[in-house]
C-alpha cells in the first residue's frame, strides 16, 4: 500500500509540475506577443506623427506661394524658403517647436536638373528645420510631393510669372 501511495504521490507532483511549466511558457508567449504588439502600436504612432508635421508645414503660411493673396495648393516659395534657411527663422522660434518637434524639414527639387538653387538639388536638400533630441531612438520619414516656385525665374506656370518645379518635402520625426 505504501508503494501505491508513493507512486500517486509522485504523479501529483509531476502534473503540477507540467502545469507550471505550461503557464511558465504561456507567460512568455503573452508577454512577447504584447511587447511586438506595443512595438507595432508605437510604429504606427509615430507614423501618425510625421503625416500630421508635414500637414503643418504643408499648410504653413510662412512657406505657401501667393497669386493675388490667393494661396495657392500644395505649392512652396523657394524666396520664402531661402529667406527662413539664411535667417534661419524656424530653428530660433519656440513655436515652431511646438509645432513640429524633434524633427527635420527637408525640401528637394526633382524636376527640372538643374534647380534654381543647388542645395535644392544636393542629397541633404534645403533643410529649414532641424531639432534632434539628445539620444535618437527612432526615426521615421515620409516624403510629400509639392510644387516649388521661383518667382525670380524666367517664364509662366500655373502660380504666377517665374518658374516651377517638382520637388519632394522630407519630414524625418525623431523619437
Request: a negative charge; charged letters at 20%.
Amino acid at each position: 500500500m505504501k508503494r501505491k501511495s508513493q507512486v500517486q504521490m509522485f504523479e501529483t507532483v509531476m502534473v503540477i509540475f507540467i502545469f507550471f511549466i505550461l503557464l511558465v511558457f504561456g507567460f512568455v508567449f503573452y508577454g512577447k506577443f504584447f511587447k511586438s504588439s506595443s512595438d507595432q502600436s508605437v510604429a504606427e504612432q509615430s507614423q501618425v506623427n510625421a503625416v500630421q508635421i508635414a500637414q503643418r508645414i504643408a499648410e504653413l503660411p510662412e512657406l505657401l506661394c501667393t497669386e493675388e493673396d490667393v494661396r495657392e495648393f500644395n505649392c512652396v516659395d523657394l524666396f520664402k524658403l531661402q529667406v527662413i534657411r539664411d535667417h534661419n527663422l524656424f530653428n530660433d522660434e519656440l513655436q515652431y517647436f511646438d509645432m513640429l518637434g524633434f524633427s527635420r524639414i527637408t525640401f528637394k527639387q526633382i524636376s527640372p536638373v538643374p534647380a534654381s538653387d543647388p542645395e535644392l538639388e544636393s542629397t541633404d536638400g534645403l533643410v529649414i528645420y532641424n531639432k534632434a533630441p539628445p539620444n535618437i531612438q527612432k526615426e521615421s520619414k515620409i516624403h510629400i510631393p509639392t510644387i516649388i516656385y521661383d518667382p525670380t525665374g524666367s517664364g509662366h506656370c500655373d502660380v504666377g510669372i517665374g518658374t516651377c518645379s517638382f520637388g519632394l518635402i522630407e519630414v524625418t520625426v525623431y523619437s
